[in-house]
């Protein structure tokens, strides 16, 4: 059993309810719980994904403060090819929420768990063929648009 810890920085009344309904539904997942403004999940990481389970949080419309990492994009590649990797990453990386490339400033943008730093997004774009050098770091907000 694993603890995934996010910090809540917009949570409306009942929200709190709907989240812990919401992910308790995943597999895997085990207990939800607040700890003032931290949100802690406890899940078994052989059966819940870390990213899936911030996804899901996101989609209640809850804000939360994530990590943001953005990279500067090295290797020449054909701008698809490296969108077509950086979806795909992004779609199956159990450390990352999200992550887009912008090909005409050749920049990468991930958001992470909280658990996960810089050299796991390289290492995983790396991997890949895509060669990168970190540019910046923060914590920002993070909400889901649905408009």
């Known amino acids: ?26 597999e895997g997942v085990y207990g939800v719980y607040m700890e003032g403004d931290r949100l802690v999940v406890e ?21 939360i403060t994530l990590t943001h990492f953005t990279y500067r994009v090295m290797s020449k590649g054909d701008p698809r090819t490296i969108m077509r990797i950086v979806k795909e990453i992004s779609e199956t990386d159990r ?3 999200a992550m887009e490339y912008e090909p005409y400033t ?16 390289k290492s995983t ?11 910046s770091e923060g914590k920002y907000p993070a909400r889901k648009s649905y408009g």
């Open 106 to 121: 050749q920049k990468i943008h991930a958001l992470v768990v909280p658990t996960v730093g810089p050299d796991h997004v």
């Open 125 to 135: 774009l790396q991997s890949h063929g895509i060669s990168v050098t970190l540019e």
């Open 43 to 63: 899940y078994d990481p052989s059966r819940a994904n870390p990213a899936e389970i911030v996804r899901t949080v996101l989609d209640t419309g809850v804000e």
């Open 1 to 26: 059993m694993e603890r995934l810890v996010i910090h809540v920085t917009g949570l409306c009344d009942g929200c709190e309810g709907l989240i812990e309904d919401t992910l308790v539904t995943l």
């Open 95 to 97: 450390g990352i929420v």
